[in-house]
């Protein structure tokens, strides 16, 4: 079965940056969709952006736009969420997900000075 393994995340300042990666174990971003989830301490997991097979992206939180970039490699089998400016309500554990696979542990993203 296919898995998702997140990572890159970190300890970060205020305004500063950090790229997630979401590696997968199989060849499967160039047929499905990919998107990136954050869940806040006490929130709900919210979607953050999507990367369509057809490679368009879509961005559903209106806070990143303009500073979040999510991008794929596919022969790498990997999707990066390119996060800059960053801010203190940034700071979640962030998901990759595809539908029909398993949800990995998520990458813990720390904004804090």
């Known amino acids: 079965q296919v898995q998702l393994v997140e990572s890159g995340g970190g300890l970060v300042q205020p305004g500063g940056s950090l790229r997630l990666s979401c590696a997968a174990s199989?060849?499967?971003?160039?047929?499905?969709?990919v998107y990136w989830y954050r869940q806040a301490p006490g929130k709900e997991r919210e979607l953050v952006a999507e990367?369509?097979?057809?490679?368009?992206?879509?961005y559903f939180v209106e806070s990143v736009k303009g500073r979040f970039t999510i991008s794929r490699d596919i022969a790498k089998n990997t999707v990066y969420l390119q996060m800059s400016s960053l801010k203190p309500e940034d700071t979640a554990v962030y998901y990759c997900?595809?539908?029909?696979?398993?949800w990995g542990k998520g990458t813990l993203v720390t904004v804090s000075s």
């Open positions: 997900n595809v539908f029909g696979v398993p």
């Open positions: 199989g060849s499967i971003f160039s047929i499905n969709s």
């Open positions: 990367i369509a097979v057809d490679g368009t992206v879509y």
